[in-house]
């Protein structure tokens, strides 16, 4: 092994990153996911410390398996977050047509105000998490569309849309407020 943290890991990575792609390809049925996935694991090698490990292979063979595992999870959450999302009522939403059921002239201006309040807190997203949720969110483009648009991977979409919701709520929360 080496003295670099990770090193021996490394080189066996770059031995075995066929075999791993192949598996994270077959298990995810993605070759984009499975890429993002080799991706991941090189990054955290850097973190491993190098040490007694009796079979490096089935380490990381193990260690392409947990993150598969962790995506998968991910994804259940996001789905979750992501149906929550689209249950919101249509009167909130700024393209939305007139609702078909009676509403009061107060209905009307409540959800006229909140679709306001949610385009001033868009407005104010950093850049990056912006053109992600307009893409994702307004646009409907999945995750791996919005990723192909932006040049960047799914995992940056991930995060970037992971920023605006907090920055939505903790903007709409801070307006609701003040």
């Known amino acids: ?13 770059q031995l075995h990153a066929a075999s791993l792609r192949r598996f994270l390809h077959a298990r995810t049925g993605s070759a984009d996911l499975a890429g993002d996935l080799m991706q991941e694991m090189w990054l955290r090698l850097d973190g491993v410390a190098d040490g007694p490990v009796v079979d490096g292979r089935a380490y990381l ?17 996001r789905d979750g977050r992501e149906r929550a ?24 201006a409540i959800g006229r105000e909140e679709v306001r309040r949610l385009a001033w807190a868009i407005d104010r997203l ?15 483009l999945s995750h791996a569309e ?20 907090q920055h939505l709520r903790r903007l709409l929360d801070e307006r609701e407020v003040g």
Request: glycine share 8%; aromatic share 4%.
């Open 1 to 13: 092994m080496t003295d670099e943290p990770g090193g021996g890991l490394r080189a066996l990575y």
């Open 61 to 77: 063979f193990r260690m392409a398996q947990n993150l598969m595992l962790d995506q998968l999870r991910e994804r259940r959450r």
């Open 85 to 108: 999302w689209a249950e919101v009522t249509l009167d909130q939403r700024a393209d939305a047509p007139e609702p078909v059921e009676a509403t009061t002239a107060l209905d009307i």
């Open 126 to 140: 950093p850049a990056g998490a912006q053109r992600a949720f307009r893409l994702h969110k307004l646009e409907g």
């Open 146 to 165: 919005t990723a192909e648009r932006l040049g960047i991977s799914c995992k940056g979409v991930e995060k970037h849309m992971a920023t605006a919701m």
